[in-house]
């Protein structure tokens, strides 16, 4: 089933503990699509400047991205800089640039339409909430945000919340949003906001899955924890929460019908969010998931699986 | 088969968000003999002062430890003072007395000397070391350190290090030992120190078993990842780490031939590990394991199987 993915089509300009690269490409939307189409086909919607060329261009076309939702306009595309050198679970940003990102307004192009899968990228509620109103059809919809939303603009993205199945959002943003510093009981209070699910990203301690509490039974209640892979040099971790998004989602997209989207699917879900995410931390910006193969990814989840389970 | 344990029975007066509690009974020595207590038979060596009486003796008692070897001393029990108001994760220490502790020589009785597993608690390097040497005939030998022997008494640890088969500490100490930010890297230079396995603990996210470098074949080197249960509410994490080298120790134990320990139960024994420092944060001190039975233990090793297994 296709995705429909909204956010950031960007450059980033990026400094770890591995070295510097000036103006790669980058934003949420990139990096989620990149990950999600190993599993299923997606479509983006965002805003590029001028400076968004024939280059990046064939980054999505490779990988068979649908890019007639990437308007163009007059300007420059939104900029971010940031640094990871005193850690690197945590970017220390220096510049972030709106730029021709200011005055986005998403158009849906007609075929987009049918797409079964929404996945609001981290952009301002306002716009997400647009997109999803403009999106009644769609089968599952996640989506993430930042401590910025969180902070500044709660009332919208509370709007978003009631309208998500899945919201994906790290451990810090979990217990601002609840205001409590309890991981479990900051899930339960998120997800009394709306979500049916919540994915708890942990950086390099992997994530964990939370569901709403179901009368059915004790079983649909219990969380599900997906490992991060220990790596022998993290090269750059910007990304990797949006490929972890991607390999997440595009998992699930790519379960033909909504009647395998059983738990043991969520479960894999979070381990193919984890395979990603893994990856997109060995290079620096896209550039390991642009050379990534299925094959890879696959021998990575047996090794997830090896990392983890008993037998 | 039967564990010798060396290290400290204290008390402890704890202040964390949930209460306070003033000189309740504690140590690296008493939380890992309860944990053990559930899966074999445990023989502790330690001192004690005129402090301890006959209701400290009884929580011994009651699981069937082996107190022979536990000395009293004119004076009083080693104290530790602590809180996690601000850090659930790492106590404040506010008051370390060794008291009794300071001239401590450790005697091993006639009838521990049969014991096939040894765990070398938290204490002077150099008392690690002096009862090892008594031991000789021990098939496993297991140990624990901290930030203060690692930074002032190296050159004594070091020699702990190179006997021993299994080292068990946290991810600071690990990257503290190694002198190296990257999990990957420090394992593999703790290992190149001497333990064949290195367990290390990252609390509330778990713990990751590394092995030595094996020129067997590739499954020997890779690590392995035990979860943490996510907790509802964490009363107290103190004895936790003593408490997860219990379970995994005292599981190692129950095997009943040294053929039994394949990797396998090695990652039964993180589980159990894990089983342990999780119960332990429940209640404040040693409540909780002073409570349990190997049913909870077994159900909660469910659990966590639940956690993180995709079928």
């Known amino acids: 089933m296709a995705i429909t993915v909204v956010g950031s089509v960007a ?27 190993f599993f299923t086909e997606v479509r983006v919607i965002a805003v590029v400047g001028e400076d ?6 064939a980054v999505f076309n490779a990988r068979s991205i649908d890019t007639r939702g990437i308007e163009r306009a007059a300007g420059k595309s939104f900029f971010w800089e940031g640094s990871y050198l005193e850690n690197l679970n945590e970017a220390r940003t220096h510049t972030t640039d709106l730029n021709v990102f200011a005055a986005f307004e998403p158009k849906i192009p007609e075929a987009y339409r049918d797409s079964e899968f929404l996945f609001l990228a981290n952009i ?13 059809g769609v089968k599952l919809v996640a989506g993430d945000t930042m401590n910025y939303w969180i902070k500044d603009h709660r009332a919208a993205l509370l709007e978003v919340l009631k309208g998500l199945d ?7 943003e979990t217990k601002m949003l609840a205001g409590n510093n309890n991981l479990v009981q900051a899930a339960r209070a998120v997800l009394a906001l709306g979500p049916k699910a919540l994915v708890v990203k942990h950086g390099e301690y992997g994530a964990t899955l939370f569901h709403e509490s179901s009368p059915k039974g004790k079983s649909a209640e219990r ?32 379960c033909a019908a909504a009647s395998e989207l059983t738990p043991a699917a969520f479960r894999r879900a979070m381990f193919y969010g984890s395979v990603m995410g893994s990856f997109a931390c060995e ?7 642009q050379q990534l193969t ?4 696959d021998d990575r989840f047996i090794l997830f699986r090896e990392l983890t389970h008993l037998d």
Chains 1, 2 share one sequence.
């Open 166 to 172: 899945v919201l994906l959002i790290n451990e810090t």
């Open 283 to 289: 290079r620096f910006g896209t550039e390991r998931l």
């Open 223 to 254: 969380p599900f924890r997906a490992p991060a892979l220990p790596l022998e040099e993290v090269v750059d971790p910007t990304g990797a929460g949006d490929s972890f998004a991607g390999g997440f989602f595009g998992y699930l997209a790519s």
């Open 52 to 57: 968004f060329g024939a280059e990046q261009e």
């Open 11 to 37: 450059y980033d300009s990026i400094e770890t503990p591995a070295g510097r690269r000036e103006r790669c490409l980058g934003g949420a939307a990139t990096y989620f699509s990149l990950a999600a189409s």
């Open 124 to 136: 301002d509620p306002v716009l997400q909430r647009r997109v999803r109103e403009q999106m009644p």
């Open 294 to 297: 299925r094959e890879e990814i």
